[in-house]
């Protein structure tokens, strides 16, 4: 069986992740333009800094990353205002999409604005398929076996003098559905695993400060 030499370990090495990660490129910059609040950000605390979080492809969840863990914030667009200084936020879509930023929280007031990457993690369905493909390429050995056994019983001998006789044998029956299930569950089991990768697409944002309002006329 040929076709077994090289699907099962090919779709054997894609469930175990060797080279199975479809790497999309990364999403053109935004253009800047003043992202529409959720909900009106009010006062700023004293000691605080203030920054406009916004993900073109959400909303999604915006999250401090902290020593003690995660602590949810607001749903982009928003207004996060954090102590001058790095930080880390943990941005989630509702389909997946995520990202970790670093920010710089200051007086400035600057906008972080782009569109969240993905990573789909599909090991998991690749293992199904390679499990289906093991058991289509069982099945199709015994299938095999059956289309070629030669025996001194005429039950399961496959004769050569005619076709009806040939259709008429009970184990090349039971050979032909065996071999044509077997071969169907491994081509598409041991394909699907092959097909199926892990898409992974780094995200894109900017950092951009508004210009500063006009001063009032005396």
């Known amino acids: ?15 175990l992740e060797l080279g199975c990660v479809l ?23 004293a000691g605080q800094g203030r920054i406009l979080v916004d993900a073109l492809n959400g909303p999604a969840r915006v999250s401090v990353v902290e020593p ?15 102590p001058p200084g790095p930080h880390r936020l943990h941005l989630v879509a509702p389909d997946d999409r995520e990202e970790t930023l670093t920010v710089e929280v200051g007086a400035d007031g600057a906008v972080y604005q782009g569109i969240l990457g993905v990573k789909r993690d599909r090991a998991t369905l690749r293992w199904v398929l390679f499990g289906g ?37 009970t184990h090349y029956m039971r050979g032909f559905w065996l071999t044509t299930i077997g071969g169907a ?8 695993a092959l097909w199926l990768r892990d898409e992974v697409q780094p995200s894109t944002f900017i950092r951009w400060v508004p210009p500063a309002p006009a001063p009032t006329p005396p």
């Open 1 to 15: 069986m040929w076709i077994g030499r090289w699907i099962v370990p090919l779709s054997l090495g894609c469930a």
């Open 68 to 82: 003690e863990g995660e602590r949810f914030v607001c749903l982009s667009p928003c207004a996060v205002d954090l």
């Open 133 to 169: 493909a093991v058991v289509g390429a069982v099945v199709m050995a015994f299938g095999v076996r059956d289309l070629v056994k030669t025996d001194d019983n005429p039950t399961f001998y496959m004769p050569d003098n005619g076709v009806s006789d040939l259709k008429d044998s």
């Open 23 to 45: 790497e999309l490129p990364a999403p053109s910059p935004p253009p800047r333009y003043a992202p529409v609040l959720q909900e009106p950000p009010g006062p700023l605390a």
């Open 185 to 192: 569950l491994l081509a598409a089991g041991g394909g699907g």
